[in-house]
């Protein structure tokens, strides 16, 4: 009896299926659950499937990869900064200027933000005195990523940055090629030490904790004796 009520219930198609056995039914229910609630499970499941992917380990991860060189990239928009006497000019970068000296590479988004973030790294390399024949800071401002509007302060900073620090190099990225190339974050700062010949030897995005500091600077000294 309970078996005739449940088909009186259920649309008609339902007692064929029951005729056709446990796989008809299998069928139906496949079919009709995806009409009555497909999309919405879809959209559910698209949703969880984004989630995933932006939230993954690897999605947020960088390219870059200890005791390898990094992936090669350049910048003609607007490219390295240099000084001819008292005025600045532009000219192409090409990553493969990293090999040669060791290097603390820093890249950082053009968001006083993400400059203070690290600038205790900063302080630090200036306290440690590296000599400049084997050493050279290089900092990688991607203009691009800035705050709408502060283009300009942004240019004016990293002119001013290297003026103070002519030794320093100093490339302003207009269109994010080296994030891009290296797979760094928006909004954020990155630590590179290289070794001569522009392997990496630590890397790390976000602000670096004391001791992190600590170990940079020294690495750095003991890559250069």
């Not at 990239?73 to 000296?101: F, N, P, R």
């Not at 004016?156 to 100093?170: I, L, Y």
């Amino acid at each position: 009896m309970a078996a005739v009520i449940a088909l009186e219930v259920v649309p008609p198609v339902v007692a064929v299926l029951v005729a056709a056995g446990s796989t008809g039914i299998n069928t139906f229910f496949k079919f009709y659950f995806y009409q009555r609630i497909g999309n919405k499970m879809k959209k559910q499941l698209l949703a969880l499937l984004c989630s995933s992917v932006l939230f993954s380990p690897l999605a947020l991860a960088h390219s870059l990869k200890l005791d390898q060189m990094l992936p090669q990239t350049s910048v003609s928009e607007a490219g390295e900064i240099t000084l001819k006497g008292q005025d600045t000019a532009y000219q192409q970068w090409h990553s493969s200027a990293l090999s040669g000296k060791v290097r603390i590479v820093h890249h950082l988004a053009g968001r006083s933000a993400a400059k203070e973030k690290n600038q205790a790294v900063i302080d630090a390399i200036k306290a440690a005195h590296f000599n400049q024949q084997q050493y050279q800071t290089t900092t990688i401002i991607n203009a691009d990523d800035a705050i709408v509007g502060t283009g300009m302060f942004v240019k004016s900073s990293a002119e001013k940055g290297k003026k103070e620090n002519p030794h320093s190099q100093v490339v302003l990225d207009d269109n994010s090629t080296v994030k891009k190339a290296w797979g760094l974050k928006e909004k954020e700062s990155a630590i590179i030490v290289l070794d001569k010949s522009g392997k990496v030897k630590f890397v790390k995005e976000g602000k670096l904790s004391s001791d992190e500091i600590t170990q940079v600077i020294q690495l750095t000294k003991q890559l250069l004796q």
